[in-house]
């Protein structure tokens, strides 16, 4: 058996496959499988097509329910129940985000206004996504509202893409979506994959390790984007409750089950910060994190274990 590695632009982030073959051609065969996947759900849920099922979502905003297909609808339907978990830190509907109003660049000097700030975000609302599960449409109450994936469809391609690809064979791989992470069976000599939690000083380098298999890693962080402000550095995510960017946390590290989840618990976490992300986590069954504040210091919940 040999490991084959195929890298790839898709859904506008950097994607690895990995897959341990009997040989490259099977190898490579296999991973054009998740490949294709990906591919269609970024078809599925992207807003940067205009006949895209979330465009037309997005369209009807305020005017009337959109049908949708099972899968969209059941991904909307899994989103909504991850929202009232995380008491709508994360949120679909953060599409809504006035995004010219937030640039984070170097014209940016001052944080605006609480009330400025506020209005940035006043579409936000999970609970005004209304779903009808027998008639399978999705509405968003109020005109101006959007939503997107951009929390959770990276992770759910991941698994789409695990999916697909052991159904062609591949009974030890890794699909990897920038910072999301799905991994199966196992390394080439038998030994679970070995994965490294991205130091958020030094972006190659690595710090904790962690063993895993049958597991996904989602890493969300403040170093891909964010802006200095009297000298305190404010993440681009911002807090969908009062507008403003997050501070406190470098980054977030979820590992769980499936990637959709991992994903998604990301950003919320990171907005909860150290004391109540952790809390959160604690109290979940099968969910585990690793937090870096500000300070460089580490955080880990109750039952991981890392390599050092």
Not at 7 to 32: D, H, P, V, W, Y
Not at 211 to 232: C, H, L, P, R, W
Not at 258 to 275: F, R
Request: glycine fraction near 8%.
């Amino acid at each position: 058996m040999i490991l084959v590695k195929v890298q790839t632009k898709l859904m506008g982030n950097q994607f690895e496959f990995l897959a341990l073959s009997a040989n490259e051609k099977l190898g490579n065969e296999q991973i054009a499988c998740g490949i294709d996947e990906v591919k269609r759900i970024e078809r599925l849920l992207t807003t940067y097509s205009d006949d895209s099922i979330t465009n037309e979502v997005n369209r009807n905003a305020g005017i009337k329910p959109v049908e949708v297909p099972d899968e969209f609808f059941n991904l909307v339907y899994r989103a909504q129940k991850i929202s009232t978990l995380t008491q709508g830190y994360f949120d679909l509907s953060y599409g809504s985000l006035d995004k010219n109003f937030w640039n984070f660049n170097e014209s940016m000097t001052k944080l605006p206004s609480m009330q400025e700030a506020k209005k940035s975000v006043h579409l936000i609302d999970y609970r005004n996504i209304l779903l009808d599960n027998n008639a399978k449409t999705v509405f968003l109450k109020n005109k101006g509202m959007r939503i997107g994936f951009g929390g959770i469809g990276k992770g759910y391609a991941a698994d789409c893409a695990k999916r697909v690809m052991l159904e062609a064979g591949v009974n030890d791989g890794i699909v990897s979506a920038s910072g999301d992470l799905n991994a199966w069976g196992y390394q080439e000599d038998g030994s679970p994959w070995t994965v490294g939690i991205a130091n958020p000083n030094l972006k190659q380098t690595y710090f904790p390790t962690l063993n895993i298999t049958n597991k996904s890693i989602a890493t969300s962080g403040n170093y891909e984007k964010f802006v200095m402000i009297d000298n305190q550095l404010y993440s681009h995510t911002i807090n969908p409750k009062t507008g403003y960017p997050i501070k406190g946390i470098k980054s977030v590290t979820i590992i769980t089950s499936n990637a959709e989840l991992a994903d998604a618990m990301a950003t919320p976490v990171s907005i909860l910060g150290v004391n109540q992300g952790l809390n959160l986590i604690n109290q979940l069954n099968g969910i585990e994190c690793i937090l870096v504040d500000d300070n460089n210091k580490l955080f880990l919940s109750k039952n991981i274990k890392i390599v050092e």
